[in-house]
């Protein structure tokens, strides 16, 4: 029985192991602008529920198909609604939509025309709408918050276009830490994080209005 049982430890560590060497065997493409990148320089990526991976760059939107890229530029001669060609943020939501974000507004992707439209993330001054746009992450109830490079964070409602507006506003009435928002996550228990400028994070407790520092998080956290 011994043997058996020790036979059989043997033949699970050897399979464990051959499973392991296998799910590492990768194999890496180097992909340049000589095989059609617009620009060196990638920022993000993502994929779409058609499985192409959407490139942002310095220099232009890439969508690649696992073959050739097909670039979009802002200059395309009036053929592309993009205002800027660098693009720092790519999002693909539950409903296989891309959202953009560039550093002169947020933009959806429209597959049916393969352009895009400007969203209007704030229609009291024009020029809001084309503010630095740095992260875009969805909440369990559909909206999305898009967070910005200096002008705090917007929860925007795709389906009927409405938007609020957080800043960090002196007195702590809303108490963003800065204006820069350069990451956004949920967690698991629906909690929103924000990684901002200077080191500081803050998270929305799912539910609340208010946004915590890590130390209040921490401390509520472990009940003190």
């Known amino acids: 029985m011994k043997h058996l049982i020790g036979a059989l430890l043997l033949s699970m560590l050897l399979t464990s192991t051959w499973a392991t060497n296998i799910q590492t065997n990768y194999i890496y493409k180097h992909l340049t602008t000589a095989d059609g990148l617009s620009n060196s320089n990638v920022n993000c990526f993502e994929q779409d529920g058609n499985g192409f991976v959407w490139m942002g760059t310095d220099n232009g939107l890439n969508r690649y198909d696992g073959y050739e890229f097909a670039s ?29 974000g560039t550093m002169l507004g947020c933009y ?14 704030d229609s009291t001054d024009a020029t809001n709408c084309t503010k630095p746009i740095r992260a875009i992450t969805e909440d369990p109830d559909g909206s999305l918050w898009i967070g910005t490079a200096g002008y705090g964070i917007v929860n925007y409602n795709p389906d ?3 938007y609020r507006n957080y800043y960090a506003e002196i007195g702590g009435r809303q108490p963003l830490l800065n204006q820069e928002i350069f990451s956004l996550m949920f967690d698991r228990a629906g909690n929103l994080w924000l990684g901002m400028g200077v080191g500081d994070i803050s998270i929305k407790i799912k539910g609340s209005e208010s946004f915590l520092s890590l130390a209040d998080y921490i401390g509520l ?3 003190t």
């Open 160 to 162: 009927n276009g409405d």
């Open 108 to 121: 959806l992707y429209n597959e049916h025309t393969d352009n895009f439209d400007l969203v209007v993330v």
């Open 221 to 223: 956290d472990l009940g």
């Open 72 to 100: 979009y530029f802002s200059d395309a001669g009036g053929l592309c609604n993009l205002n800027s060609d660098e693009i720092v943020a790519l999002f693909c939501d539950s409903r296989n939509r891309l959202w953009v």
